[in-house]
């Protein structure tokens, strides 16, 4: 009998592009292999994001393709998991019949048990309960990914935020954070498996342990920053508002944690950041980059911006590009605002009107990109240490270098990704194992990366 096969398509943040791997994971265990395509999967799973509209609709859409090859081969099982799940529930079948499985935000865990009791169970099968089960934090089993240099470790769930726009509250349930102990085991073992970098994740690491009473963030922070093997130390993501004094020290303290923090805005206006229920000012705001800088002068701070969030006037959205160019950011994400179910901000008059948030949208990205840009160019000259993260797929297209040679990748520690090559053509290409620390010499900054030459094969005395 041949193997059965799955497919998951995942769309949004890290935390989902995380859930994706443990269920992988988890498939690998039942003996499934995976499909070489998604037509060909005998478990289709469609990990999805409702946190604006435009996510949920990608969801809706791939999921109206996958009816089409569900009424060719009915023994395909289809599952809907993450957000959209939750958020829809029973109703999904209103707009997807053919879904066999609604998996919901806390629920992936019981995959094992819910493919279990699917074929004798009327479709679509619902779960969305939001109580913790016991394992909701349980590492992912070892071995299925050997050789990853780079993974998630979820730290919390949830968040008791309520920003007024945002829809995570309501999907991801009530802020919940794992007790250190479980997190600095699953480091260890991870370590020990030869993964050289961790990115800790949680809608607010900030508050992490708050509510439970466990360590500080920055507590947690150091104790992982003691783990043997380990490089690199990322995380995201923080609310300015909870940002602690002795969190912004680590970043002077911790040698393994990476100069880098995303730090989302979302707006440069007071008005609007009251109306978002931010619970921080732009004042606030600027005084913790400045604090931060002060931490650690490499500092790499990336955020997110709305723009058109109801009411948001043409003065509203000159303070949010004057926050921009004041504080330099490295990059940020933006977006237009979009209603959500069940969020405050749906029930806000004065409503933007979709063509000016476009076009706010454009003044942003633009904004940013000349920044972007000139941070980039900034860097070149520099030495950087660059955690190798394996071969570039192609040669950076339009550099003089373009060669046949292999070309190398690999991360700065402010984030900034990194083509390289060796500077010696007879270099042998294997000589360098992804998971090293090495120096690169940047030589040139190209639009969303920058390319440079292998300098040394370690990195010592490089911050
Ligand atoms: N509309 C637009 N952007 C949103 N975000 C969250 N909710 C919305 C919404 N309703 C953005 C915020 C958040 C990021 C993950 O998505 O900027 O930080
Ligand atoms: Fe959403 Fe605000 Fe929580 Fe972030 S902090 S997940 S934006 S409610």
Not at 40 to 66: H, P, Y
Request: net charge positive; hydrophobic share 40%.
């Amino acid at each position: 009998m041949h193997p059965k096969s799955y497919y998951i398509h995942t769309i949004g943040c890290q935390m989902n592009v995380s859930d994706s791997g443990r269920a992988a994971l988890s498939l690998t265990a039942l003996g499934y292999v995976p499909a070489p395509a998604i037509e060909q999967a005998d478990l289709v799973i469609v990990n999805t994001c409702s946190v604006r509209a435009k996510a949920e609709q990608k969801a809706f859409s791939l999921l109206g393709q996958l009816a089409a090859v569900k009424a060719r081969r009915p023994e395909m099982v289809v599952a809907v998991a993450g957000c959209v799940a939750q958020q829809e529930g029973e109703r999904i079948r209103k707009r997807a019949p053919h879904v066999d499985l609604v998996i919901g935000t806390r629920a992936i865990h019981r995959l094992e048990a819910l493919l279990r009791r699917l074929p004798l169970h009327p479709r679509p099968l619902v779960d969305i309960a939001m109580n913790n089960p016991p394992d909701a934090f349980a590492a992912a089993p070892p071995g299925g990914d050997a050789g990853a240099i780079s993974r998630f470790v979820t730290i919390m769930r949830g968040c008791d935020n309520f920003c007024a726009y945002c829809v995570v509250p309501s999907v991801r349930g009530p802020e919940t954070s794992r007790p250190p102990e479980a997190i600095l085991n699953e480091i260890h073992g991870l370590a020990a498996a030869g993964v050289r970098e961790v990115t800790l994740l949680g809608q607010n690491v900030n508050s992490y342990g708050v509510k439970e009473g466990n360590c500080s963030f920055a507590q947690l922070l150091e104790q992982v920053n003691a783990i043997e093997g380990l490089a690199r130390i990322r995380f995201t993501t923080s609310h300015p508002k909870d940002l602690t004094p002795e969190l912004i020290d680590s970043f002077a303290r911790l040698e393994k944690l990476c100069p880098h923090i995303h730090l989302p805005v979302q707006s440069g206006s007071n008005r609007i950041l009251a109306r978002m229920n931010r619970r921080y000012t732009r004042e606030h705001y600027l005084d913790n980059v400045a604090k931060l800088r002060n931490s650690c002068g490499q500092i790499a701070i990336t955020s997110d911006i709305i723009v058109g969030f109801p009411g948001e006037t043409g003065t509203d959205f000159e303070a949010t590009l004057d926050l921009m160019r004041q504080v330099q950011f490295d990059s940020v994400f933006a977006f237009t605002y979009s209603d959500r179910p069940n969020t405050p901000a749906r029930d806000l008059s004065e409503k933007i009107p979709e063509r000016e948030k476009r076009e706010r949208l454009q003044v942003v990205l633009a904004l940013q990109e000349s920044v972007t840009g000139a941070k980039n160019q900034a860097l070149v000259g520099s030495v950087q240490a660059v955690l190798t993260e394996g071969f570039s797929k192609r040669p950076a297209a339009g550099t003089a270098q373009q060669s046949s040679r292999k070309q190398w990748t690999g991360r700065t520690p402010g984030n900034k990704i990194v083509h390289f090559l060796s500077a010696d053509p007879s270099a042998d290409a294997d000589s360098i194992q992804p998971g090293r620390l090495v120096s690169v010499r940047i030589e040139r900054a190209l639009a969303h990366s920058l390319w440079g030459c292998l300098e040394r094969s370690d990195a010592s005395g490089l911050p």
